[in-house]
């Protein structure tokens, strides 16, 4: 079992920047991470995500501007800049392993004048 538990959301400006933050814990070796997102009536959709040997892959969309990154396996990290209205969703930490999806509870990041 994996439990993934986000934070680092919140409210900022067109523009601004912001740093999400997931710990893994349980059995993670050799799971594969990523962020989703998941707008207001919108399908949840792929951000980033990253391997155990650090090869990364990321949405058209987020291309430039976000940055994933994992540190010491169990923690995960999306430095998001250039922030748009756009990118206003819940954000939610994934774990993948053996065709299973693991996920966290999310955290609202709103990008809004």
């Known amino acids: 079992q994996v439990q993934l538990v986000e934070s680092g959301g919140g409210l900022v400006q067109p523009g601004g920047s912001l740093r999400l933050s997931c710990v893994a814990s349980?059995?993670?070796?050799?799971?594969?991470m990523g962020w989703y997102r998941q707008a207001p009536g919108k399908e949840r959709e792929l951000v980033a995500t990253i391997a155990t040997s650090g090869t990364t892959n990321y949405a058209d969309s987020v291309k430039g501007r976000f940055t994933i990154s994992r540190v010491n396996v169990n923690y995960l990290y999306l430095q998001m800049n250039s922030l748009k209205p756009e990118d206003t969703a819940v954000y939610y930490c994934?774990?993948?392993?053996?065709?299973?999806?693991?996920w966290g509870e999310g955290t609202l990041v709103t990008v809004s004048s």
């Open positions: 994934n774990g993948l392993r053996g065709g299973v999806n693991y």
């Open positions: 349980g059995s993670i070796f050799g799971i594969i």
